[in-house]
């Protein structure tokens, strides 16, 4: 995971702690609670992407997406949005249905494609996260 995210930003020795002491729980977000969860997605016996999300009382949310990343080799591969239906199912089963994320640029699209809307000037919101539980649709 950590290989993953230094891909994009800081370095994979930086990510490793910070993603360790994220699900340790010892690192927190602002108003984030003690469940949180991570998927991960493997092809060829190898970290292709990851997903993981808290409870949270930040902005009135009940959770929060914190991370999803897909390996280069990997996107376009439906990866992305099946871990995003993993963790809406892991919301929707600790009673969490208004979901916030704080994308970057780059993925801000991809959660707006997947039914978030704008909540302020940063911060995207599902309203109801059980609305990807649904498996996508065959092309």
């Known amino acids: 995971m950590a290989r993953i995210r ?5 370095t994979e020795n930086y990510w490793l702690k910070r993603i360790s002491a994220y699900l340790a729980g010892e690192a927190s977000p602002q108003k984030a609670l003690a469940p949180r969860v991570v998927y991960i ?12 999300g808290h409870l949270t009382r930040r902005l009135q949310c009940e959770g929060e997406l914190e991370w999803i990343n897909v ?5 376009g591969a439906g990866i992305a949005p099946e871990l ?9 089963a600790h009673n969490a249905l208004k979901i916030c994320v704080d994308p970057d640029d780059r ?6 494609d997947h039914g978030a809307r704008p909540l302020n000037r940063h911060w995207l ?11 996508a649709a065959p092309a």
Do not use: H, K, N, T
Request: hydrophobic share 65%; net charge negative.
């Open 41 to 52: 997605a493997l092809a060829d016996d190898q970290v292709a992407g990851f997903i993981a």
């Open 71 to 75: 390996a280069a080799p990997w996107r």
């Open 125 to 135: 919101v599902w309203d109801d996260i059980r609305a990807l539980m649904a498996p």
């Open 107 to 112: 993925a801000r699209s991809f959660y707006l």
């Open 6 to 10: 230094a891909a994009e930003w800081e």
């Open 84 to 92: 995003l239906r993993r963790l809406a199912a892991w919301f929707a």
